[in-house]
T-cell receptor, first 111, second 114 residues
Framework: GEDVEQSLFLSVREGDSSVINCTYT??????LYWYKQEPGAGLQLLTY?????DMKQDQRLTVLLNKKDKHLSLRIADTQTGDSAIYFC???????????FGQGTTLQVKP | DAGITQSPRYKITETGRQVTLMCHQT?????MFWYRQDLGHGLRLIYY???????DKGEVPDGYVVSRSKTENFPLTLESATRSQTSVYFC?????????????FGPGTRLTVL
């Protein structure tokens, strides 16, 4: 079935850029998402990209999609300590309303 | 309160007991979902529901039961809790008519089975 993979941990210095990577298997996924989970909280949608786009920019966030390699990345510019959280990549599953989530990447931002 | 709520937020129970986790949303979203979050596994779908009285299994349904008699509620029952069901449980909802398919998450229930 559909699978979504992410690296588990990333540590950066405050002010640096962070890049979180994700791969997925279902080429029919219409939307790909990045969710953010802060400690003790539920997930909140950070940004998403439609499958016919290559890039989406939203303030400090840049999402890149390589459909050929089924690779998605999230770049956070000028990373702040408030960006420390778990970031989940998710792929939509064939018009079922379901999302398939990766394992989550813990982003640690050091001052 | 508007949005999606879960209760209880924390629960400790013993092996073999029945436990019900509640989920309530005020948006009248037709899709609702239950996930469990475990270290190293991310979020795994337990059950989902496309509408009232329509439910279907997700990736890890064994040991769980759901019902959906009303659109706004989607309770999850552990019929006989086991230690392996110790986890954080998240409920989510979405509107199939939305153009981006966003799922909205509740704050989670942390369940410990002793």
């Amino acid at each position: 079935g559909e699978d979504v993979e992410q690296s588990l941990f990333l540590s950066v210095r405050e002010g640096d850029s962070s890049v979180i990577n994700c791969t997925y298997t279902d080429s029919s996924s219409t939307y790909l998402y990045w969710y953010k989970q802060e400690p003790g909280a539920g997930l909140q949608l950070l940004t998403y990209i439609f499958s016919n786009m290559d890039m989406k920019q939203d303030q400090r966030l840049t999402v890149l999609l390589n459909k050929k390699d089924k690779h998605l990345s999230l770049r956070i510019a000028d990373t702040q300590t408030g960006d420390s959280a778990i970031y989940f990549c998710a792929a939509s599953s064939s018009n079922t309303g379901k999302l398939i989530f990766g394992q989550g990447t813990t982003l640690q931002v050091k001052p | 309160d508007a949005g999606i709520t879960q209760s209880p937020r924390y629960k400790i129970t013993e092996t073999g007991r029945q436990v019900t986790l509640m989920c309530h949303q005020t948006w009248s979203h037709s899709y609702m979902f239950w996930y469990r979050q475990d270290l190293g596994h991310g979020l795994r779908l337990i059950y989902y529901s496309a509408a009232a009285d329509i439910t279907d299994k997700g990736e890890v349904p064994d040991g769980y039961v759901v019902s959906r008699s009303k659109t706004e509620n989607f309770p999850l029952t552990l019929e006989s809790a086991t230690r392996s069901q110790t986890s954080v449980y998240f409920c989510a909802s979405s509107d199939p008519g939305s153009w981006d398919g966003e799922q909205f998450f509740g704050p989670g229930t942390r369940l410990t089975v002793l």
